[in-house]
């Protein structure tokens, strides 16, 4: 079959098939092995230092010569509501207490959000050539940075009115995520009720009234899904969840077990770790944030405020107090090398095409 198409020239790569970023479960060795296959890998950055940001680059760079994208979050800072966030951590530091799970009191002045402004710099100084990004649009100076020095940019909607924005903004891929996509949604048009458009009706919408390369994001998991998405008006796909439980991922062992033996229904909508809403397997600290009937203070500040419990209750493998992103086809994730699940996606989606 013929995989060469708009996309993977415009991205020099030779399938149109591209690995999600997933921060806090992809590493460079993911990004890399996918890169290596002739796909396309994706560095997660959003929220991370400059110096963090490089340090990954590099190490990305040192496991593949082949081009991988490097993934941001476009979302604006928002001022912190000091009551909202002072409840917040009275109450987690209680409900961490009678779980059993350290944690560690944060002082309000000492938080610190980096702005995905203070990162455009240095992915213009490593020459990276695709830029993606998330919960939000690039702003105008940064747009025309990257695009200056080359850089392609690949924005996230969730709705046909961001995909036309995007495509106002000449950004150059769009990846379409439906409601069905493990992690958090890429929502950026807040003043709207949330999209939650399952991917067969968002596709071909967009595809209807947006020229640009699609990425179908959502669901995508072996040949027939892939087919289905470029059926419907996609150029490529991006794949998340059908990732997390390789050994490039770094979600915790039961996590990934978790994933396999979950059913359809038990990945559900949550503000409760981030602020933003996020697909993930349903858990004990997601009820518990749920029925207190707090005001969930925005992200980025409610991620900040259960960063270190998130962190305490991975060391101790208890997938009860950690974020367990994961799409609706979670249980088809499989516990093989990257390269191989790539290989399968590849050799799935050649099998329904020969004669
Ligand atoms: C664990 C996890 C983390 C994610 N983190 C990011 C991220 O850092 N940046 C981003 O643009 N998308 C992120 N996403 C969303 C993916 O880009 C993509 O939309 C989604 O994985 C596609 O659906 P699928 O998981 O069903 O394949 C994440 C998804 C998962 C499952």
Redesign the pocket.
């Known amino acids: 079959m013929q995989w060469t198409n708009k996309l993977t020239r415009l991205l020099s790569i030779e399938y149109p098939v591209i690995q ?6 992809s590493t460079p060795e993911m990004a890399a092995a996918v890169s290596n296959q002739g796909g396309l890998g994706s560095l ?1 950055v ?1 929220g991370l230092s400059p110096l963090r940001t490089i340090e990954l680059i590099q190490q990305t760079k040192q496991l593949t010569n082949k081009p991988f994208a490097v ?1 941001l979050f476009a979302h604006p800072i928002p001022a912190i509501d000091l009551s909202a966030a002072e409840a917040m951590q009275a109450y987690l530091e209680t409900l961490c207490l009678a779980h059993h799970i350290p944690y560690t009191k944060l002082a309000m002045n000492d938080l610190h959000f980096y702005s995905y402004k203070e990162q455009i710099d240095s992915l213009i100084q490593e020459k990276i050539p695709i830029v ?1 990004f ?1 919960f939000g649009m690039l702003d105008d100076e940064s747009i025309q940075s990257l695009k200056a020095a080359g850089c392609l940019l690949n924005g ?1 909607a969730t709705s046909v009115k961001e995909a036309e924005l995007l495509t106002e903004k000449d950004i150059d891929i769009i ?1 379409v ?1 439906g409601i ?5 949604r ?1 929502t950026f048009l807040t003043d709207e009720p949330l999209p939650m458009i399952g991917l067969m009706s968002l596709l071909p919408l967009v595809a209807d009234r947006v020229s640009k390369p699609l990425l179908a ?5 072996n040949g027939q899904t892939i087919k289905a998405a470029v059926d419907l008006g996609a150029s490529g796909v ?5 990732f ?1 439980a390789s050994p490039e991922s770094v979600a915790i062992p039961a996590y990934k077990e978790r994933l396999q033996r979950s059913s359809e229904t038990d990945s559900v909508l949550t503000r409760s770790f981030s602020g933003r809403w996020a697909r993930g397997i349903s858990n004990t600290f997601m009820r518990e944030i749920e029925q207190s009937g707090l005001s969930i203070p925005e992200y980025p500040i409610q991620n900040s405020l259960t960063t270190a419990l998130r962190a305490a209750a991975q060391r101790q493998n208890n997938v009860e107090f950690t974020n367990m ?5 979670a249980s088809t994730s499989e516990a093989k090398p990257t390269a191989d699940i790539f290989r399968t996606l590849i050799a799935q989606t050649e099998a329904l095409f020969l004669p």
């Open positions: 999600a970023p997933m921060l806090g479960v997660p959003g993934n993606s998330t996230t990846s995520q069905e996509a493990g992690g958090h890429g994001a959502g669901g995508i998991h991006q794949v998340g969840t059908a997390i992103w994961a799409g609706q086809s």
